[in-house]
């Protein structure tokens, strides 16, 4: 099953998965975002818009971008004010422009290698010089790590053609090498769902694109 049948199934099952309550990553990352000054937000696998509607509510102008196109048509119900675009995080020349800042919640580690560096590369060039990124994703110490079977170093696929990889933080670092990591280290995001009540642990990290480099 592709990534786009795959998340179609699954809000269409499950509807609202995570709840509406958006992560507190997002809250920290509001604030920074206002610090910055920044005011045009890209999310990339915005979902049904539990994370893009506390930037919406806080003034931004958001733009989301999302696989599912079923979750798209939640998003323009849940989160009318977000603009949402049903595409492809590996593929984002249907979004127009370029923003301010990139919000990227657990949607880095849903992929194998190649297409890891690839969905930071169309960040990448999403972002304005100067711009910031703001980026979740599984660590080595999340619960499920080592789930399934081992399809890459430290990814898993506990479900047919679902890859899910743990980072370390030194590997994180090392994807944002030609960026300035400005902050990153160690967060837990409670949720119930699925199985029921859990912690992911996950790893975040800050960084500004450098104009001075070539992404």
Request: aromatic share 14%; glycine share 8%.
């Amino acid at each position: 099953m592709d990534k786009k049948a795959y998340w179609n199934k699954r809000f269409q099952k499950e509807g609202y998965v995570w709840g509406t309550a958006p992560s507190p990553t997002a809250e920290y990352a509001i604030e920074i975002f206002r610090k910055d000054e920044a005011k045009k937000i890209l999310v990339p696998g915005s979902g049904y818009g539990r994370n893009t509607k506390p930037f919406s509510e806080s003034g931004f102008q958001v733009t989301g971008l999302e696989i599912s196109d079923t979750a798209c048509e939640m998003a323009r119900e849940y989160d009318p004010q977000t603009r949402a675009y049903n595409g492809s995080v590996l593929d984002m020349s249907m979004v127009p422009g370029q923003f301010d800042a990139v919000y990227c919640y657990n949607v880095l580690h849903l992929f194998r290698e190649e297409e890891r560096f690839l969905c930071l590369q169309q960040c990448a060039e999403k972002v304005k010089d100067n711009g910031l990124l703001f980026f979740t994703a599984f660590s080595e110490r999340e619960p499920s790590f080592g789930r399934g079977q081992e399809v890459e170093k430290n990814t898993f696929e506990s479900r047919p053609g679902r890859p899910v990889h743990h980072f370390t933080e030194a590997e994180l670092h090392d994807y944002f090498q030609d960026f300035q990591t400005i902050e990153s280290g160690i967060t837990e995001d409670y949720e119930d769902h699925g199985e029921g009540p859990h912690t992911h642990v996950l790893l975040y990290i800050l960084a500004r694109k450098n104009s001075n480099k070539i992404i």
